[in-house]
């Protein structure tokens, strides 16, 4: 599902060739533009976010400390 267009970081003449490409081709930019917001609709919603956050620290949050990492309290 093509959502955008992909340049090689710091190539400024592919990235010149894909902003020309949409403008020259809007029909095209719009369908990009169309599945793009498809995907933020679904992928990048609140519930979405924090359940993937969740997901990230969890295992962190259940995990015992190593000996090295505990902090001694006096």
Same mark, same amino acid.
């Given at each position: 599902?093509?959502? !955008? $267009?992909?340049?090689?970081? %710091?190539?400024?003449? /592919? $990235?010149?060739?894909? +902003?020309?490409?949409?403008?020259?081709? *809007?029909?095209? /930019?719009?369908?990009? /533009? #169309?599945?793009?917001? !498809? #995907?933020?609709?679904? %992928?990048?919603?609140?519930?979405? =976010? +924090?359940?993937? +956050? =969740?997901?990230?620290? /969890? *295992?962190?949050?259940?995990? #015992?400390?190593?000996?090295?990492?505990?902090?001694? +309290?006096?």
């Amino acid at each position: 599902d093509e959502t !955008g $267009l992909l340049v090689p970081p %710091e190539d400024v003449p /592919a $990235l010149t060739d894909a +902003i020309k490409h949409l403008l020259s081709n *809007p029909a095209f /930019a719009k369908e990009l /533009a #169309r599945k793009a917001y !498809g #995907r933020l609709k679904e %992928e990048f919603t609140e519930d979405v =976010m +924090i359940q993937r +956050i =969740m997901d990230l620290y /969890a *295992p962190l949050l259940n995990r #015992r400390p190593r000996e090295s990492e505990a902090v001694a +309290i006096s």
